[in-house]
């Protein structure tokens, strides 16, 4: 099946399941402006392109709620990650002055960089919730640089339409459409309330997601990629969430 006969079956989808009138003009925009998730032709079908297109069109501009600083959790918990193994120690070792942030794809320049650099960018800090999709979640404050400004300094081509970005563990990657790539709160963090980036939250450089669930807020990132093409990443479901039955748009 084609793409666009299976884009016009799920949006034909979207109307047949909602039925009303609102919802009509709904699907003929997220048809029109391309808010299909990567993962809609999955278990979730019409649900998921639904749910994203919806959440889209009402909250492209919307910022988390953001918190007072007596609201930050006291002992915020760290979700075990798998061993990271001897490389990753020799670099914790060296105080991580040698990890490199990769940045490729549809950049003007393409660049990598060193921690170093990143924290001499521009810096931006929030005070938000970060939740997992298993229940639990915290309050913190996050400082880095918003993602933006990189895409920025590398000459993000105006037709990138995801980033995708992936985590020194080979297991863990992701995906942002450019609605969440240049929004303001989505940062590559460094630092943790007002300390360095703990190991155990995905330091030295954690990507933040602050509008979707925890696991979007990818720990250990070593590379980015910009792309118009999503499908040729992975099983071309945007992420490996969906890999596993999750959703790749996960607002929260
Ligand atoms: N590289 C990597 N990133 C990751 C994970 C992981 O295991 N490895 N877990 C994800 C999940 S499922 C959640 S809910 C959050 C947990 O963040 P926390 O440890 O700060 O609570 O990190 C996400 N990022
Ligand atoms: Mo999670």
Not at 18 to 45: C, E, F, M
Not at 71 to 94: C, M, T, W, Y
Request: charge should be positive; include cysteine; aromatic fraction near 10%.
């Amino acid at each position: 099946m084609s793409i666009l006969s299976r884009r016009k079956l799920i949006t034909t989808g979207i109307v047949a399941t909602a039925g009303a009138s609102g919802l009509v003009v709904a699907a003929k925009l997220a048809k029109r402006y391309g808010l299909i998730p990567p993962d809609s032709g999955g278990i979730y079908g019409p649900g998921e392109t639904l749910t994203y297109a919806a959440q889209r069109l009402l909250t492209r501009h919307s910022l988390a709620r953001e918190f007072s600083r007596n609201k930050i959790s006291a002992k915020p918990f760290a979700n075990e990650v798998a061993p990271l193994g001897d490389e990753f120690k020799r670099f914790q070792q060296g105080a991580f002055a040698d990890w490199r942030l990769v940045v490729d794809g549809l950049a003007a320049r393409p660049a990598s960089f060193s921690l170093a650099e990143l924290k001499s960018f521009p810096r931006r800090s929030h005070i938000t919730m970060i939740q997992c999709e298993e229940g639990w979640s915290y309050i913190a404050e996050w400082t880095g640089v918003p993602l933006s400004h990189v895409l920025e300094r590398v000459g993000a081509l105006p037709q990138v339409r995801y980033v995708v970005y992936r985590s020194f563990q080979p297991d863990w990657w992701e995906s942002i459409d450019m609605a969440d790539a240049l929004h303001p709160q989505t940062l590559l963090t460094y630092e943790m309330n007002g300390g360095e980036l703990p190991v155990g939250f995905g330091g030295p450089l954690r990507m933040r997601i602050s509008r979707q669930l925890g696991y979007k807020s990818l720990k250990y990132v070593t590379r980015l990629t910009l792309t118009d093409n999503i499908k040729q990443f992975g099983k071309g479901l945007g992420s490996a969430e969906p890999e596993g039955g999750y959703a790749w748009y996960a607002g929260a």
